[in-house]
């Protein structure tokens, strides 16, 4: 029989996002996903996914390891990539993808919410290329297994730092539009990072903490929709002082997207509420506390990210503490 010549990925947190790509992926790669808590369910019944952009009802066993240790054991030829879907939780995944990564080798990819998320890979694996990504993807895992996916799917990648060689994330990006996806190649990914952050910063955690979806904090009270354009402003401000333009109409449309699904009743429940919902910890760092710390080195005045950062924070604590 032929061996298999195709890319090598590994997929690190096959959740929501980690398995529309995995699907995707699976259709022009040779792919393998660590599991965790779905890990029994997926190995009896593999996934489902439903999709209102790739269809209702698709189902797919991929193979599936419990760690990045079996992983490498099963493997006699390194991976390309890794890619990792977990929630963005510092000091966290390094240490666990480690057995999984060769030196020189596998590319890292993320595909996470937040700023300021490369640093401790690339500190980590300083012989490696590192790929950042910014994903639109509405989705959900409920149950364990079957994946709900809405009406959104784009993945902006490049590499980090910016002036590091891109070879690696454009060839990803061609791989996953061959597969069907909607994936964007940039040589400078960070405006786009922090463009996405306009919509986490405010939503995620203002949604969390209120047990609300965006449209019901919209029609709660005449000031909400100051206090979530005042919050978007910040980001705005904190990544103008890095550099980073992003335009006052993208604030304007991101807050307009969520105006314009009031009447036809579709709120949206981002990703911090339903880890909330879950017991689950929440990416407070990566998402508001990154942020705000950028800010204040650069003496931008943050007092709405600043105040859903405590707010935030004390609750992350709070889950973690159960
Ligand atoms: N969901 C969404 O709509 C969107 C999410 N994002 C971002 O994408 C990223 C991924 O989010 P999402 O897919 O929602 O997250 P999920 O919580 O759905 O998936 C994360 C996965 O990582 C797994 N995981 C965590 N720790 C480990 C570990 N130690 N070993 C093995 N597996 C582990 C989890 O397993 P377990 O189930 O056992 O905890 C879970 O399967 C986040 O940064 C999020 O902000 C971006 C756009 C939209
Ligand atoms: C707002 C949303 C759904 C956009 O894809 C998101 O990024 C999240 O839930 O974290």
Redesign the pocket.
């Known amino acids: 029989m032929a061996s298999d010549t195709r890319p090598r990925i590994l997929l690190?947190?096959?959740?929501?996002?980690?398995?529309i790509y995995l699907w995707l992926l699976s259709k022009v790669s040779s792919t393998t996903a660590?599991?965790?808590?779905?890990y029994d369910v997926v190995k009896r019944d593999g996934f489902t996914i439903n999709s209102s952009i790739f269809g209702k009802g698709i189902h797919f066993k991929p193979n599936i390891v419990r760690?990045c240790e079996e992983a490498a054991s099963e493997s006699s030829q390194p991976y390309d990539y890794i890619v990792v879907?977990?929630?963005?939780i510092p000091d966290?995944?390094p240490k666990?993808i480690a057995p999984a990564v060769t030196s020189k080798h596998t590319a890292i990819v993320l595909?996470?919410?937040?700023v300021g998320i490369e640093e401790e890979y690339s500190v980590a694996f300083p012989d490696n290329p590192i790929i950042s990504g910014v994903?639109?993807?509405?989705?959900?895992?409920r149950p364990?297994g079957v994946i709900n996916h809405g009406e959104t799917e784009k993945l902006q990648l490049g590499s980090y730092p910016s002036t590091a060689p891109g070879d690696q994330a454009s060839a990803l990006v061609k791989l996953i539009q061959t597969a069907g996806g909607t994936a964007e190649f940039y040589t400078d990914i960070q405006p786009k990072r922090w463009t996405k952050l306009l919509v986490?910063a405010s939503w995620?955690p203002i949604c969390a903490l209120t047990l609300s979806k965006d449209t019901e904090i919209l029609e709660s009270s005449p000031e909400a929709t100051s206090v979530v354009l005042a919050v978007m402003l910040e980001i705005q401000a904190v990544a103008a002082a890095y550099g980073y333009t992003v335009p006052r109409e993208e604030v304007d449309f991101q807050l307009g997207r969520a105006h314009a699904r009031i009447p036809i009743g579709a709120g949206i429940k981002?990703?911090?509420l339903?880890?909330i919902e879950m017991s689950?910890r929440i990416?407070i760092e990566?998402?508001v506390g990154n942020a705000v710390r950028m800010g204040k080195e650069k003496g931008v005045k943050c007092t709405g990210l600043e105040m859903l950062y405590v707010l935030g924070k004390a609750l992350d604590l709070q889950v973690g503490r159960r």
Request: charged letters at 15%.
């Open positions: 690190f947190g096959a959740g929501s996002v980690g398995t660590v599991c965790r808590s779905n760690d879907c977990s929630k963005a966290t995944f666990l595909i996470q919410n937040g994903v639109y993807l509405p989705v959900a895992q364990a986490n995620n981002p990703s911090m339903q880890d689950r990416e990566a998402i």
